[in-house]
C-alpha cells in the first residue's frame, strides 16, 4: 500500500520556521524523485521544490529561493522528505503536499506519480 504522509505544518508568525516531513512508502521511493507542492484556497497547486533519487539537483520555486530547503533520507526502507522552511511569509500560507515521480522530471505537477493528503501551514502577519 502507497502511502505519503506528511506531518509537521502549523500556524507560525511571520519570520518564522517550520520544517515538514514526509514518510513515503509501499514502492521503492528511494528510486524515485520527489517534491513539495503547495495550494493556497482559491488558488491553482504551485511546485515549490524537488529533489533527485539522489538527493543532488535540488530545485526550487523562485518564490522560495533562499528560504527553503529540500532534503532526504533514503538509508530506510520508509523515504524520508524534508522540507526546512525559514524566514516565512504571510503568503507562504497554504496546504502544503509531498509528492513523488517515477519519471526523471520533478518540477512539473503532471510528471509526479504519488501524493499524500496535506498538511497545512499558515503565517500570521
Known amino acids: 500500500q502507497v502511502q505519503l504522509v506528511e506531518s509537521g505544518g502549523g500556524l507560525v508568525q511571520a519570520g518564522g520556521s517550520l520544517r515538514l516531513s514526509c514518510a513515503a512508502s509501499g514502492r521503492t521511493f528511494s528510486s524515485y524523485a520527489m517534491g513539495w507542492f503547495r495550494q493556497a484556497a482559491g488558488k491553482e497547486r504551485e511546485f515549490v521544490a524537488g529533489?533527485?533519487?539522489?538527493?543532488?539537483?535540488?530545485?526550487?520555486a523562485d518564490s522560495v529561493k533562499g528560504r527553503f530547503t529540500i532534503s532526504r533520507d533514503n538509508a530506510r526502507n520508509t523515504v524520508y522528505l524534508y522540507l526546512q522552511m525559514n524566514s516565512l511569509k504571510p503568503e507562504d500560507t497554504a496546504v502544503y503536499y509531498c509528492?513523488?515521480?517515477?519519471?526523471?522530471?520533478?518540477?512539473?505537477?503532471?510528471?509526479?506519480?504519488?501524493w499524500g493528503q496535506g498538511t497545512q501551514v499558515t503565517v500570521s502577519s
Open positions: 509528492a513523488a515521480s517515477q519519471g526523471h522530471g520533478y518540477i512539473r505537477l503532471h510528471e509526479y506519480n504519488y
Open positions: 529533489i533527485s533519487w539522489s538527493g543532488d539537483s535540488p530545485y526550487y
